[in-house]
Structure formats: C-alpha cells, structure tokens
C-alpha cells in the first residue's frame, strides 16, 4: 500500500513528503482528520523515533530500513511531539508539530503548496533572491521554480508559511531568519548550517527574501 506522507529525520530537522503531489516541506506535518493515514517513516542519517503521545505509538527510524505508522486524528488541531530516541548534539530541539485539519482545509494547504515559490516583491527581496541562488545557500536548499533544486537541507519553497523556525526553537520571523543566517552555530550549536560570514547587508537581504516565501 502506498504511504500518504512520507517523513525522513535528518539531523536535526523532518523531511516531509507528500507523494500523491510530489510535495515536499519540512518540520510542519499537515494532515487531515476522519481518515485513515499511512505514514512511511525513514532515516538520513542516525537513528530517530517519531512520537506524538496524542497520536499512537512510536516508531523508530532506522538507516537503511522503512517502518510504518498509522494514524488517524478525530480532532482539528496542533499536536505535539518530539524525535524520542538521542540523536546527537541538538536531540532536544528536534521537535514535531502536526497540524491536523478539516479536509477542506486541508487541501487547501496542500494546493497552496504545491505552487512554485512567490516572485520577490521589492528590490532587496530581489537581491536577496540572487544572493540565495550565487552564495552557497543553493547548495543546500531548494526552492521550488528557482535555480535552487538540492536537497541536503529543509524545502525552503514555502518557508514563510511556517509557524516556526529549527523545530520549534525559534518563532518563525524575518529577525529571527536574519539571527538565524548571520550566525547558525550561535543558535544552534552543531547543526549543519555553517556560518558564511556574509556581510550583514547580504544577511538581510536573504532573510527578507526568505520571509516572502509563503
């Protein structure tokens, strides 16, 4: 049977996949209630352990191995979780939200994200989307209807549709996004985003680029 959604762990961060689009976001779990869900659960790299108490049991995540998990949600809502089993360094703040919703509502959200990434809507967005695209910030992350197409870091193609930042570490703004950018190790020690040391006006520039991204 295929899987509806399909996540894989990373250090330290959720891939999220939704296979009847070909949708992938990252960290916000979207799902609708009143129906019978597969979850196709994997790793990248260490072992993890999905859990949401409210929604049924754990389920490790193993290199190399695919586990599975069903669920199905009665109620609209946000229910929280965490990675359950150590996963190194920022095992802590490897959160999980779920969002559940009505079905209308969620496919909603599922079109709305299947669109490509929104054009830059000012003249420092535009930098920074070209900043984003030349600097190593491509190299990494992939926006959907740009240049930017790898997938060792999270989808950043609706990154602004996101209520938070790093798992829950940080509320999902364009300050934060800018801290975020200028200096990673600071905020999240260990975690594979290296500083660049950009020039702050090039910081600003991504983030506020980053931040039209809904």
Same mark, same amino acid.
């Given at each position: 049977?295929?899987?509806?959604?399909?996540?894989?762990?990373?250090?330290?961060?959720?891939?999220?996949?939704?296979?009847?689009?070909?949708?992938?976001?990252?960290?916000?779990?979207?799902?609708?209630?009143?129906?019978?869900?597969?979850?196709?659960?994997?790793?990248?790299?260490?072992? %993890?352990?999905?859990?949401?108490?409210?929604?049924?049991?754990?389920?490790? =995540?193993?290199?190399?191995?695919?586990?599975?998990?069903?669920?199905?949600?009665?109620?609209?809502?946000?229910?929280?979780?965490?990675?359950?089993?150590?996963?190194?360094?920022? %095992?802590?703040?490897?959160?999980?939200?779920?969002?559940?919703?009505?079905?209308?509502?969620?496919?909603?959200?599922?079109?709305?994200?299947?669109?490509?990434?929104?054009?830059? =809507?000012?003249?420092?967005?535009?930098?920074?989307?070209?900043?984003?695209? &030349?600097?190593?910030?491509?190299?990494? %992350?992939?926006?959907?209807?740009?240049?930017?197409?790898?997938?060792?870091?999270?989808?950043?193609?609706?990154?602004?549709?996101?209520?938070?930042?790093?798992?829950?570490?940080?509320?999902? &703004?364009?300050?934060?996004? &800018?801290?975020?950018?200028?200096?990673?190790?600071?905020?999240?020690?260990?975690?594979?985003?290296?500083?660049? =040391?950009?020039?702050?006006?090039?910081?600003?520039?991504?983030?506020?680029?980053?931040?039209?991204?809904?």
């Amino acid at each position: 049977m295929k899987p509806d959604v399909i996540i894989t762990g990373h250090q330290w961060w959720w891939e999220v996949e939704y296979p009847s689009t070909k949708m992938v976001t990252a960290n916000e779990v979207h799902l609708p209630v009143g129906k019978q869900l597969l979850l196709e659960l994997r790793t990248k790299d260490v072992i %993890h352990d999905w859990w949401v108490p409210e929604l049924g049991n754990k389920m490790d =995540m193993i290199l190399n191995r695919t586990n599975f998990l069903w669920v199905n949600i009665n109620k609209p809502g946000d229910y929280i979780g965490a990675c359950s089993e150590f996963c190194g360094a920022q %095992h802590a703040w490897m959160r999980i939200k779920v969002v559940a919703q009505s079905t209308a509502d969620y496919n909603n959200w599922l079109m709305a994200n299947t669109k490509k990434a929104a054009e830059p =809507m000012d003249k420092e967005a535009i930098a920074g989307k070209e900043l984003f695209q &030349n600097k190593s910030c491509a190299g990494c %992350h992939r926006i959907e209807g740009t240049s930017a197409i790898a997938v060792v870091g999270p989808d950043l193609t609706h990154l602004a549709g996101r209520q938070y930042l790093l798992t829950g570490l940080l509320a999902n &703004n364009e300050s934060n996004l &800018n801290d975020w950018i200028n200096h990673p190790q600071q905020i999240k020690s260990g975690a594979h985003m290296p500083d660049f =040391m950009l020039e702050k006006d090039s910081v600003r520039a991504i983030a506020h680029y980053l931040s039209q991204l809904k």
